[in-house]
């Protein structure tokens, strides 16, 4: 199985100041059609999930333009330009290219 | 907007059995692939199984802890997913959520295996 590792396990920011997320995937992502399937997820707290980032760096509709994605093969980050009190919450990495699909353990960003 | 919903969870003792279902709306559902994810507090998310489209085939994946015992199934006439657990134990306690991976989550149903 791929192993998701996140780093670092909790954030605490400032509100405005930028926060980085990163993700490494024991094996490349890249499938056979030349996609790469990670995606990342914000679950606020008492809430479900919910998609942020698809295929590496593509937002989801609704998604504010201060969320970013990039990366490739195995290495991935998730960047907030100016973070807010909205986004505290855990956020997930995810890799669809292999079965059995995997996350990561989380990471905790807090505010300051 | 998107939504979905699940519902059929409870308490079930160790062997039993429980049918989870997922009502999807807000999106074109016969064309997603869906999936089953489950969390607990211990171990996190923990990928379930999936369904593809049936333009994608119709097939379905499953993680090694659930293949044989669990069956993931769609009806797209109903924008409905369904998760059936057979066999269950005291390990499969957790919050179950059906996903569209591009669009949204479920809100999840709480499953709980014990006697």
């Known amino acids: 199985d791929i192993v998701m590792t996140q780093a670092p396990l909790t954030l605490s920011v400032t509100p405005g100041q930028p926060a980085s997320i990163s993700c490494k995937s024991s094996?490349?992502?890249?499938?056979?059609?030349?996609?790469?399937?990670l995606f990342w997820y914000l679950q606020r707290p008492g809430q479900s999930p919910q998609p942020l980032m698809y295929?590496?760096?593509s937002r989801v509709s609704g998604v504010p333009d201060r969320f970013s994605g990039s990366g490739s093969g195995t290495d991935f980050t998730l960047k907030i330009s100016r973070v807010e009190a909205e986004d505290v919450g855990v956020y997930y990495c995810?890799?669809?290219?292999?079965?059995?699909?995997?996350f990561g353990g989380g990471t905790k960003v807090e505010i300051k | 907007e998107v939504q979905l919903v699940e519902s059929g969870g409870g308490l079930v003792k160790p062997g039993g059995s429980l049918r989870l279902s997922c009502a999807a709306s807000g999106f074109t559902f016969s064309d997603a692939w869906m999936s089953w994810v489950r969390q607990t507090p211990g171990k996190g998310l923990e990928w379930v199984g999936r369904v593809r489209s049936k333009t994608g085939g119709g097939t379905t994946d499953y993680a090694a802890p659930v293949k044989g015992r669990f069956t993931v199934s769609r009806d797209d006439s109903k924008n409905m997913l369904y998760l059936q657990m057979n066999s269950l134990r005291t390990e499969d306690t957790a919050i179950y959520y059906c996903?569209?991976?591009?669009?949204?989550w479920g809100q999840g149903t709480l499953v709980t295996v014990s006697s």
């Open positions: 094996q490349s992502l890249l499938s056979g059609g030349g996609k790469t399937y």
């Open positions: 295929e590496v760096s």
């Open positions: 996903a569209s991976f591009y669009h949204s």
């Open positions: 995810m890799q669809g290219s292999h079965v059995p699909l995997t």
